[in-house]
Every structure is written in structure tokens, then in C-alpha cells.
């Protein structure tokens, strides 16, 4: 079950920091999201209204539970597991915040907010209704609904940094940068969702792009290759996927898009430093 409102145009100002919503989306969790993280500027704020699961953030784990929300920012690596008898719903608001320049006051929500790229913590400000209603204009856009939007998302951002509760973080500085939105979003969900098949020139066939041009892409806004991208999204597909003891070796290998178990086998010894099996030995 997913329902999602891509590729927006809703633009909206807090304290000089002109922001993006591009995506909205509400989804009921029946697979493993694996780790991946956002380019400069771009944040993910997630709000959990019901089910369970577990969150992963830079080797750290979170028992996401009903009322839980977090915030993900650029360079965050994050993954999901919805727990199977149980699975989480989520509702996800994906923004992009643009431009070089710090807010003008000393005691600003998006100093605030810009500080902190990850937070996680039981939300105190009622943001499920916030959710509801942004939902609820982008079905039904009644007559000034673009307006209402703006003003929801700039109340959900101030109720974030209420959460947060943390003080003003001097010096912050909101990195430039030069990817378009469509194509950051068409980057990430890429190699989130289609691991399995990934190649350049499909990355680049989306992007209406020369490989050559994609790959440069890619080393400016991530730093890293087509190759190393590919790599990171197959592997930590493969840290999941290996927690479920029921699942074997070649069919994992299979699932991941490896011609053989060896092929995989030797991937994830060079990524990781140690075999399939015994990385899954070592899971509790």
C-alpha cells in the first residue's frame, strides 16, 4: 500500500532558506528498505503512525515503534526493516533546501534544523495531524491549496526543531548545490529501489544523459563512481537480506542480480572483509 504525490512543486521560504518539497508519500512497509543516503540540502522527515520496525543509521540500530519520528539529511545512511508481524506505516516528507546562504537571525528554525542531519525521537508536537492535512489538500486540492501546503510544511518544520529541542548552533553553513531535483530523486530512488539491475547506462537513459556525463555527475554531487554506487546499494542489500537465516546463499546471490553464489561471495569479502557466512554468524 503506497500512496505518493512525486515530483511537486511546492516552494516555500523560512528564514531565507528557500526550501522544495518534492516528494510526499505515505506507505505501509511489507520489504526492507536498504541503506542509502541524500545528497547536499536534501532532507527526509519520516513520521511512523502505526506498526514497528527497526532503523539503521550509520551501524547504529532504532526500534522504530508507533509515534516515532526522524529526520534524515544529506549524507545520513540510513535503512529500514519493518517488522513482519507487525509492519510500520510511514509517512515521508522529502525536501530540498537550496542556496548558500545562512538565515539572517541568530536564533533561527533552519539554523536549527540544518544542525542537526539526524534526529530520532517520539514526536511531541502532534505532527500526525500535520500529516493528515498536507494529504488531505493534495487529494482533494480545494480552491488555494498550494497556500495551505506552504503553510503546512513550514508548521511541520517548526514542530521538528520543537521536538529536537536543541539550541542554536553557531557557524552552520548550507552547502551549494548544483543538482536539479528531478535528477537527485531519480539518482536515489535508482539505486534505492533497482539495485538489482543497475547499470550506467540505464542510469543515464533516465537522466537523458551520456554515461560519460552521468558518471561525472556522480563523482561531483557523491564523490564516488557509477561502480562504487552500485557496489554500496548491492551490499547493503546484502547485510539484510543475510539476517534472514532461511535464506541461502545462492538465493540471496540470485535476489542481489550475482550470476553465481561465488561471484557474490567474493563481492562481499572485498567490501566487507570477511565471507557471507561468517558475517552471518556474526548477527545476534
Not at 517548526?158 to 521536538?163: G, K, L, P, T, W
Not at 537527485?184 to 547506462?201: D, N, Q
Not at 535476489?255 to 553464489?261: E, R, T, V
Amino acid at each position: 500500500m503506497r500512496t505518493a504525490y512525486t515530483n511537486l512543486n511546492i516552494r516555500f521560504a523560512i528564514d531565507d532558506i528557500h526550501i522544495h518539497a518534492l516528494n510526499i508519500t505515505y506507505e505501509r512497509f511489507t520489504r526492507t528498505i536498504p541503506s542509502h543516503s541524500h545528497g547536499n540540502g536534501c532532507y527526509e522527515i519520516h513520521y511512523i503512525p502505526c506498526g514497528c520496525g527497526t532503523l539503521k543509521v550509520n551501524g547504529q540500530y532504532y526500534d522504530i515503534v508507533p509515534g516515532t519520528l526522524y529526520v534524515t539529511g544529506p549524507h545520513v545512511e540510513h535503512a529500514q526493516t519493518p517488522l513482519l508481524h507487525d509492519p510500520m506505516q510511514e509517512y515521508c516528507v522529502y525536501l530540498k533546501l537550496q542556496g548558500a546562504s545562512r538565515p539572517k537571525s541568530p536564533s533561527s528554525v533552519m539554523d536549527t534544523f540544518i544542525a542537526t542531519p539526524f534526529w530520532f525521537g517520539k514526536d511531541t508536537q502532534d505532527i500526525h495531524s500535520l500529516m493528515k492535512k498536507l494529504f488531505g489538500e493534495l487529494e482533494c486540492r480545494y480552491l488555494g491549496y498550494e497556500h495551505q501546503l506552504r503553510l503546512l510544511l513550514s508548521q511541520l518544520l517548526i514542530c521538528i526543531v520543537r521536538n529536537q529541542g536543541l539550541r542554536f548552533a553557531p557557524g552552520t553553513v548550507l552547502r551549494e548545490n548544483n543538482l536539479a531535483d528531478s535528477t537527485s530523486i531519480i539518482i536515489e530512488e535508482y539505486f534505492l529501489y533497482e539495485y538489482v539491475s543497475l547499470s550506467l547506462k540505464g542510469l543515464a537513459d533516465r537522466l537523458k544523459l551520456s554515461t560519460r556525463q552521468t558518471q561525472r555527475l556522480l563523482l561531483e554531487y557523491y564523490g564516488k563512481s557509477f561502480q562504487q554506487k552500485k557496489t554500496e546499494a548491492r551490499m547493503s542489500a546484502a547485510t539484510i537480506l543475510l539476517s534472514d537465516r532461511n535464506r541461502s546463499i545462492s538465493s540471496i546471490a540470485e535476489a542481489l542480480g550475482y550470476c553465481s553464489s561465488e561471484h557474490f561471495s567474493s563481492a562481499f569479502r572485498n567490501y566487507y572483509q570477511t565471507s557471507p557466512t561468517e558475517y552471518r554468524k556474526q548477527l545476534v
